[in-house]
């Protein structure tokens, strides 16, 4: 699956977002302009906005409303990586210096905050009050997902379906509502709106299970960050909550979470998890949820936009960065 | 000027401001409950949300859009002090503990963000695009003035202009947002709602000069943090870059600036300040944009509305806290 042909029928305009995203940092102020250059810079994957776009294409395909949403998905992402370099003191993302490494804290915060302003100004452009809406329930719930992760930081008390309802919030509910908002402003039916936001969904929970499992396995160089990174900020992911299912008492993530400083509680966890079946468990739930995903497709017809759609699915799941 | 009068017409229906930001605390988890009623707390003068329904007050009165409006631009004010309080590491604001003091970095900035998705709700229930773009652009114009004055920090090099301008963003525009915003969705002519606008711009910088006066000379306990606390940060306000004016090279705040720790340059440039007439004079630049900001209602009719408007300009100078 190769990225650059994955995106169909929407390739070639997602250049008029990249644009739309390009002129953003056009400001009055050169250093601002840098820092926003920086957090958007091209070469991400800009998966959102092709979902928004392709969930555009089954009614009327009106690029003129599409474009801003689609930027406007990208900004409340790239926007929430930056508020979460301040969370995590990531060293690297995408292996590339954080805007918090170049800048300082306080920086940071607002530069996120000057990107939240420009995607609800884009989403606004769209004319669509229930869009909007959607927008910022979203910005709501991906908030949520993230405090309940902070909040059960180096908790070692949780469970696979509390792990599933804060991925949907932090990951999932943006997935989602790029593809339900690209159905709204396309003039979709309320059956395929709501088959498109379940498509989403489903796509986006299986992208963040894939994400858990590639901290455990992922190349440190592609990845841009360290093997095992969330389970040293204390994050319980799928992989490690499956350990601590299969040996709730006697368990290294217990005695990590217990003793953070202690690296051999991490290294002998990661190796517990990797010497067993865990990842591939793991990925098998990654799989029924990209099923889901592709089911959730069903009722709509058959076309390039939905070819694309299913293919991503596939995309999402094999994917190695 | 009592303040428990000051809203005249709208004093009451300022209680159902008030019950829609309770009403936002009341989440499925807790924790983020208690640290929404930590940041919503009462207590506060909610000048900006009482702007807002006088300013709806000249046409149709709308309670039904006035009420969110409103309710949207306290929290969207509530927002950026939470991430300010990330961003300054405060640990006093309006002397309570800051949600930073009690919570992680991490969990403040998300905090802001559930809040800011919770303001972007709330105005889009005004059904009006124009009030959310208008929303949008404030949030920016916000987070650029305090990344402006983030970038200026320990700069002994500006001048009043640039001050000016970054009170503008920082503090302002939202004032006027709040005013241009009650004026639009009550359909005020457009001569009205830019009245309006400049009403709210004027009274936000006479309103940020004397809160600017005040870190030289308030009470402690009252303003709830110490004085000089602007200089400590490198933040030059209206009464520093005067006395920098007066003596641009030998000069204590140019000296705390290269030596940041040095105590002694704080106390001197405070008592050089309190002994010249730099405050008076700041006072008077202050009432000047006052008495701009009544002048720009002289085009309304007269009504208690109006009345208040003009009281509040009084209040804002005359405020001790």
Redesign the interface.
Same mark, same amino acid.
């Given at each position: 699956m190769r990225v650059d042909t994955l995106y169909g029928p929407v390739q070639q305009d997602l250049s008029l977002v990249e644009e739309a995203l390009t002129s953003i940092k056009d400001?009055e102020?050169p250093?601002?302009g840098d820092m926003l250059a920086l957090a958007l810079r091209p070469g991400g994957k800009r998966l959102r906005p092709a979902l928004a776009l392709l969930s555009g294409g089954f009614c009327e395909y009106r690029l003129e409303l599409l474009v801003p949403l689609a930027a406007s998905i990208e900004l409340l992402h790239t926007a929430?990586l930056v508020?979460d370099d !301040?969370? =995590?003191n990531a060293e690297l993302r995408r292996g590339q210096p954080t805007a918090n490494s170049s800048f300082?804290?306080?920086?940071t915060?607002?530069?996120?905050?000057?990107m939240?302003?420009?995607a609800?100004?884009l989403v606004?452009q769209t004319?669509n009050?229930r869009v909007?809406?959607l927008?910022?329930?979203?910005?709501?719930r991906?908030?949520?997902g993230?405090? !309940?992760q =902070?909040?059960a930081a180096y908790d070692a008390d949780q469970t696979v379906d509390s792990y599933l309802q804060r991925i949907g919030g932090k990951t999932a509910s943006l997935f989602s509502t790029a593809c339900e908002g690209g159905a709204i402003v396309s003039g979709a039916t309320e059956d395929w709106v709501s088959a498109l936001r379940d498509y989403g969904y489903n796509l986006g929970i299986s992208f963040q299970i894939v994400d858990d499992i590639l901290d455990f396995v992922g190349d440190e160089a592609e990845m841009g960050k360290p093997v095992g990174s969330d389970l040293l900020q204390g994050t319980l992911t799928l992989p490690s909550l499956l350990l601590l299912d299969r040996s709730p008492d006697d368990n290294p993530v217990r005695q990590l979470f217990a003793h953070s400083t202690r690296r051999e509680y991490l290294d002998e966890a990661l190796a517990m998890i990797r010497d067993s079946d865990i990842l591939s468990k793991a990925a098998e739930i990654a799989n029924d949820y990209g099923a889901k995903a592709r089911r959730a497709l069903e009722v709509l017809p058959d076309s390039p936009s939905k070819r694309a759609l299913e293919d991503i699915t596939e995309y999402v799941l094999e994917r190695r960065t």
């Open positions: 400001v102020f250093v601002l929430t508020h !301040v969370i =995590d300082r804290n306080s920086t915060v607002m530069l996120g905050d000057y939240f302003a420009h609800a100004n606004a004319g009050i909007i809406r927008f910022a329930d979203t910005l709501r991906m908030a949520l993230e405090i !309940v =902070d909040m």
